[in-house]
């Protein structure tokens, strides 16, 4: 291996963490502007029982579960289909090239959220504490008295 390739393989949990942070944020900004209006948007926000609505509530639960690290292989995957079943409902009537649809985020989100399914939330993650603290392994014990160690 190279010191470039080295460098990468070091740097590569924290950049799986940062990227699921940024895509976190993300989808807290869209499902913010669908169920409160903000950031703005010239329509308000939706009404929650309405479809826009309920996308708006999975974006913000989804998006507060990924920037934690919290669930993140479940959250990644159902947050997958969702963008999928977006791209189905919203963007392919209007053709099917994503270019032409307008849907060329939810193909991309789709995929990535595929991939933190696949790879996991990284080291900055409430996931990956709780992992530490159930797989760690307990003190050995001192033999009892009496006996070699």
Same mark, same amino acid.
Request: aromatic letters at 10%; hydrophobic letters at 45%; glycine letters at 10%.
């Given at each position: ?14 950049? =799986?963490? /940062? %990227?699921?942070?940024?895509?976190? +944020?993300?989808? *807290? ?8 209006? $903000? ?25 507060? =579960?990924? /920037? %934690?690290?919290?669930?993140?292989? +479940?959250?990644? *995957? ?8 977006? $791209? ?25 959220? =595929?991939? /933190? ?33």
């Amino acid at each position: 291996m190279t010191k470039f390739d080295d460098c990468c393989a070091r740097w590569c949990p924290c950049l =799986l963490s /940062l %990227m699921r942070i940024v895509l976190a +944020l993300l989808l *807290l900004q869209h499902g913010g502007q669908k169920v409160f209006g $903000y950031p703005t948007i010239s329509s308000g926000a939706a009404p929650l029982s309405s479809l826009l609505g309920i996308a708006g509530i999975v974006e913000l639960v989804g998006g507060w =579960l990924l /920037l %934690m690290g919290m669930f993140t292989r +479940l959250t990644a *995957l159902l947050l997958a289909v969702f963008m999928a079943a977006s $791209y189905f409902m919203v963007h392919a009537p209007g053709g099917w090239w994503p270019i032409h649809n307008q849907g060329e985020l939810d193909v991309a989100c789709c995929v990535v959220f =595929l991939y /933190l399914s696949a790879a996991g939330p990284g080291p900055w993650s409430v996931d990956q504490c709780r992992c530490r603290k159930c797989c760690a392994t307990p003190p050995a014990s001192p033999p009892p008295p009496g006996e070699k160690g």
